[in-house]
């Protein structure tokens, strides 16, 4: 049974159409397997399926020359044989945080009794 989560760390993304998220199961061919298996335990080490077990990696880690559409552009893109993950989730940006007019006037008032 192939799963419904994207297996690659820090990524749980379902099939989304509306987001243009689509599931990938893994390939049966054997190089191939391995390397979608390296690219998941770059970061995720503790992550070894079974020789016969699918997994699936969500089409935010491929590249987009790795898809071809058949004829229209509204049907689903296709992932093209030997596909490799390549791309890993952008990290999230730490928030820079501003100080509030409060602490500000605090921190103001603080320089003030330290400089009499």
Do not use: Y
Not at 56 to 79: K, N
């Amino acid at each position: 049974m192939v799963g419904r989560r994207c297996v690659v760390q820090d990524c749980s993304n379902c099939s989304n159409r509306a987001a243009g998220i689509a599931l990938h199961a893994s390939p049966t061919h054997k190089t191939t397997r391995d390397a979608w298996i390296r690219f998941v335990r770059t970061k995720r080490k503790n992550f070894h399926p079974s020789d016969k077990a699918r997994f699936v990696v969500c089409s935010v880690h491929f590249e987009e020359r790795c898809f071809t559409r058949a004829f229209d552009p509204s049907q689903r893109r296709q992932i093209q044989p030997r596909s490799l993950p390549t791309m890993w989730k952008t990290e999230k940006r730490a928030k820079v945080q501003v100080p509030s007019k409060r602490s500000q006037r605090m921190k103001e008032k603080e320089r003030q009794k330290v400089s009499l």
